[in-house]
């Protein structure tokens, strides 16, 4: 069964820093992984998809990495801004799972001004 | 083009009865997924429909179903409400079972349950 963990689970930074989001995952037989974002009460936005065969996926000032052989996927955020405080999840597809998605339970990202 | 759109956006029941989410799918898209989101727990998936067939469920009670119609919108019903049904319910929507495919995300469906 596929476990995600996300490290760390909240984190406030000044902004303009760079920053760094972990995800692992136990199961590595993943076809990909998308990163979400998540504002309070709302939905979920996909900001990258990565596939298994990919090692990197790059959108403005974010970049996610992916090492399916480690379970592990990061995201980098660059120059981050108060417009970025969102709570960010990771999600792998397969796995075995059965087309669903499994989350992690997200990063709790603010920026300050 | 228009995103997942989910209806309605708030939902409030009282334990025992009967709630009916829906969802419309992206133009295009065959697969609908629905997730839970209880406050603490995470996403869980829930269902997932593709071609008007049920694909998959998770690890939750048959007092939860749903179906897929003709056009790909979707409905999920949950009976016999529980307090600990109260969640946001989330749905998605994708091109299909294959593996490439981003799912979509509408906003979500508050339901309470008092």
């Known amino acids: 069964k596929q476990e995600v963990t996300q490290i760390p689970a909240a984190l406030s930074v000044p902004e303009g820093e760079n920053l760094v989001l972990n995800c692992s995952f136990t199961d590595s037989a993943i076809y990909n992984l998308q990163w979400f974002r998540q504002d309070p009460g709302k939905g979920l936005t996909s900001l990258l998809l990565i596939q298994s065969s990919q090692r990197e996926q790059t959108s403005g000032r974010l970049n996610a990495s992916l090492d399916k052989s480690s379970g592990r996927s990061t995201l980098y955020i660059a120059a981050s801004q108060p417009g970025d405080s969102a709570t960010y999840l990771c999600a792998p597809w397969g796995g075995g799972s059965q087309g669903n998605l499994i989350f992690g339970k997200g990063t709790k990202l603010s920026v300050k001004p | 083009e228009a995103g997942v759109t989910q209806s309605p956006t708030h939902l409030i029941k009282t334990r025992g009865q009967q709630a009916t989410l829906r969802c419309s799918p992206i133009s295009g898209h065959t697969s609908v997924y629905w997730y839970q989101q209880a406050l603490g727990l995470g996403l869980q998936f829930l269902l997932w429909y593709d071609e008007g067939e049920e694909r998959n469920r998770g690890n939750f009670p048959p007092r939860f179903s749903g179906r897929q119609f003709p056009n790909y919108s979707s409905e999920l019903n949950v009976n016999a409400l529980e307090l600990e049904d109260s969640a946001l319910y989330l749905c998605?929507?994708?091109?299909?079972?294959?593996?490439?495919?981003?799912?979509?995300f509408g906003a979500g469906t508050r339901l309470s349950v008092l």
């Open positions: 998605a929507s994708s091109l299909g079972k294959i593996a490439k495919n981003i799912q979509y």
